[in-house]
């Protein structure tokens, strides 16, 4: 590419001649953007899967409480109903769409597995089950323990944040173990008190001692984990 003596005059490899300087700075820049366009996917391409997974995880939860609790599902007799069939498939997908694409992104193991049957069973347990109608001793125990991992699910991943934020070893910042545990255990002490709230018991002072019980445990595995193991005496 050379000038000429006259500045506003260039040859430019857009043409056989000399064409004006403006027009090719602005043959330069659509064909920079073309470039560009063609190695980087637009934006909108990459926050619209995104984007859609987001919005069919809230219909389905939004689903879920529809079932749930405006239409009754659970009051329906037929097995093979319409709702029931409806039902049957959005309580698995709910938490699908949720906790899938959090366990993949995580690679945390078998977090999203153990979330979709946390949440299901919940789900199933509250419509069709009803623990609140006629609490026989099997419901409530299913009901504990589905509602028991659905919560350490949230408290895992809540326990994994703060400790990554707050940590400062990596491999403690990157302990899903650690994270795990403490979401069980934050799980048994909300749902300690949830019992303890159907017993009619639920006071400062059990729930002083129920938050002193997983205190002491998580003490204990901390103390239990940390420790050392002991290589055998070479003889």
């Known amino acids: 590419m050379r000038l000429r003596s006259h500045p506003a005059l260039i040859r430019s490899e857009y043409s056989t001649g000399w064409i004006p300087v403006r ?19 637009p934006l909108v391409a990459r926050v619209a899967p995104v984007l859609l997974l987001v919005a069919s995880a809230i219909a389905a939860w939004y689903l879920v409480y529809d079932l749930i609790v405006l239409w009754d599902v659970g009051a329906n007799p037929g097995f093979f109903a319409g709702e029931r069939l409806l039902a ?10 949720t906790f899938l694409p959090i366990g993949r992104g995580l690679r ?26 006629s609490p026989s001793l099997l419901a409530l125990l299913l009901f504990a323990v589905a509602l028991t991992m659905s919560l350490a699910t949230i408290f ?31 799980a048994i002490f909300v749902v300690g008190c949830v019992l303890l709230a159907a017993l009619s018991l639920l006071t400062a002072v059990n729930v002083a001692v129920l938050a002193l019980i997983v205190i002491t445990l998580e003490v204990l595995l901390l103390s239990w984990t940390g420790r050392p193991s002991r290589r055998p005496a070479e003889s």
């Open 108 to 133: 945390i193991p078998l977090y999203d597995l153990e979330a979709v049957a946390a949440w299901s069973t919940l789900f199933f347990t509250i419509a069709f089950i009803s623990p609140g109608r």
């Open 88 to 97: 049957y498939a959005v309580f698995i997908l709910a938490p699908a769409l």
């Open 23 to 41: 027009t090719v700075d602005r043959l330069r820049r659509m064909e920079l953007l073309r470039l560009l366009s063609g190695r980087c996917p």
């Open 156 to 186: 895992t991943l809540i326990s994994y944040a703060v400790g990554f934020r707050l940590l400062t070893r990596r491999s403690q910042r990157y302990d899903f173990v650690r994270a795990r545990r403490e979401g069980y255990l934050g």
